[in-house]
């Protein structure tokens, strides 16, 4: 089961543990608070493997850190990360609550919501 974080064995145990304990039941159940805890944690644990890595000094990229920890202390976001390597942002709130926590910071935001409709496959003659 390696092969999602190389050979770091502590690494993938916490996120499998993330994704069973949190992730995968917030999602079933429609909650986002542990969901969001649980992919928060996931890009983390991400951030840690690249940490000290020709992409990224430390577990967020320098340009990103700023704005997610300002995410993460927002009470309306149930979780917050890096997408990718940055410096681009994610935060997971409420529709109620998503104009708010993208007005809270001082970058250019974009608001989307979930595709819940599930992955439309086609095969091409």
Do not use: C, H
Not at 29 to 57: K, T, V
Not at 87 to 115: G, Q
């Amino acid at each position: 089961m390696n092969r999602v974080v190389g050979d770091n064995e502590e690494v993938a145990r916490s996120v499998r543990k993330e994704f069973v304990a949190r992730v995968l039941p917030g999602a079933a159940e429609g909650n986002i608070s542990p969901f969001g805890a649980g992919i928060e944690e996931f890009d983390r644990l991400n951030g840690e493997w690249y940490a000290g890595s020709d992409e990224q000094d430390d577990i967020y990229n320098d340009a990103s850190v700023d704005v997610i920890e300002k995410l993460q202390s927002n009470e309306a976001v149930a979780g917050a990360g890096q997408s990718s390597w940055g410096p681009a942002v994610y935060a997971l709130t409420t529709a109620e609550n998503a104009r708010e926590v993208a007005d809270s910071v001082d970058e250019e935001t974009f608001v989307a919501s979930p595709d819940n409709a599930g992955a439309l496959l086609s095969l091409l003659p």
